[in-house]
């Protein structure tokens, strides 16, 4: 996709482009996103994310963080993305900025253009995610009190009735689609044997349990109902959202947040835990305060998390091999069926 792509589906909007140092300036003073005696020196791509395109400024004395939300995945530019993702993005921040609980552990919003979908926030600086957990490293009890302090915090955070712009509902569809429908279809089109070899016969035999299939549905269309015993999630809660800074743990992209079931959030953190072989994973549900039936909804959706970051779009970069990769969806089958 192209600039040209963009202008057609959002005519007023602004293009950003790392390449354009004087239009990006012209712009970020427009918006006041710097002030007007301050000059651009550089722009690049900050960090690998997914879905948008994340620019650092680079100013004299200071810089801050650009992202656009295009009508594409940033990553996949032939997957259509709601560009309208910014909107509830923006509205997630604004939300939090008025929580001092929730808005210490996320860069600071320093302004947005709905318009051109684009959101400035604070440069957390050589923050580093926490993907290192996937090849070795270990979740400390520290951080991992933290991140779960977090979930706390946000499905806590939000009076009744919540604002409809976090229903998010295009941005869900999608979602839906790659987590729950495609990677368990068999007409997907994933050349999963490329990725690990054998992983395409493992792929077969779950896609062939109509139990498990029927499973993953059910907890799928629970993803996309609404309801009134909702909160706001988070909606990826999983290590590439997780900074590790200077002045603790920040958790970023909330533009993938929905009015959902709590218990979503903690399963696809724990999904991550279980996939990244941390110690800790089990000790997510001693910690977030739950019953059982909402500790068995938050396995069930760590087990469809597993699949989906095995067989679908989204592969993560897992040191394993085929044997783990096997167990570990053996894993999710049993977990999607434990209810």
């Keep these: 996709m192209s600039s040209a792509d963009f202008a057609r589906a959002l005519p007023d909007a602004y293009f950003l482009d790392a390449a354009d140092l004087k239009g990006l300036e012209r712009y970020a003073r427009q918006q006041e996103f710097i002030g007007p005696t301050q000059s651009l020196h550089s722009a690049q791509k900050a960090g690998e994310g997914n879905m948008n395109l994340t620019l650092r400024l680079m100013l004299a004395e200071s810089s801050l963080i650009l992202k656009q939300a295009r009508p594409w995945v940033e990553k996949y530019p032939h997957i259509e993305a709601p560009a309208d993702r910014s909107l509830v993005e923006i509205a997630f921040y604004e939300m939090a900025a008025k929580r001092p609980s929730l808005c210490d552990a996320m860069p600071r919003l320093l302004g947005s253009d709905p318009a051109s979908r684009v959101v400035a926030l604070e440069d957390l600086g050589e923050a580093k ?15 991992l009190d933290s991140l779960v302090a977090y979930l706390q915090i946000l499905h806590a955070a939000w009076d009744s009735p919540l604002p409809p712009v976090f229903a998010n509902r295009e941005m869900r569809a999608l979602n839906h689609e790659h987590i729950f429908r495609l990677p368990l279809a068999s007409d997907n089109g994933l050349a999963l044997d490329s990725f690990t070899t054998g992983l395409q016969e493992a792929s077969d035999a779950l896609i062939a349990d109509r139990h498990y299939v029927d499973g993953v549905t059910k907890l799928g269309e629970m993803y996309l109902a609404d309801g009134s015993t909702l909160v706001i999630v988070h909606g990826d809660y999983f290590p590439g959202s997780w900074l590790r800074t200077g002045r603790g743990i920040r958790v970023i992209d909330p533009e993938f947040c929905f009015t959902g079931p709590a218990a979503y959030d903690v399963g696809v953190m724990l999904g991550h835990l279980y996939l990244a072989d941390q110690a800790c994973a089990e000790d997510v549900l001693e910690l977030y305060p739950c019953n059982d039936e909402f ?9 469809v ?35």
């Design 129 to 143: 995610d926490f993907t290192p957990l996937y090849s070795g490293k270990t979740l400390t009890r520290a951080e």
């Design 305 to 339: 998390e597993i699949m989906r970051r095995l067989i679908g779009v989204a592969q993560l970069p897992l040191s394993c091999g085929i044997e783990r990769k096997r167990e570990l969806l053996e894993l999710s089958r049993e977990l999607v069926l434990s209810a």
């Design 295 to 303: 500790a068995a909804l938050a396995r069930q959706f760590a087990g």
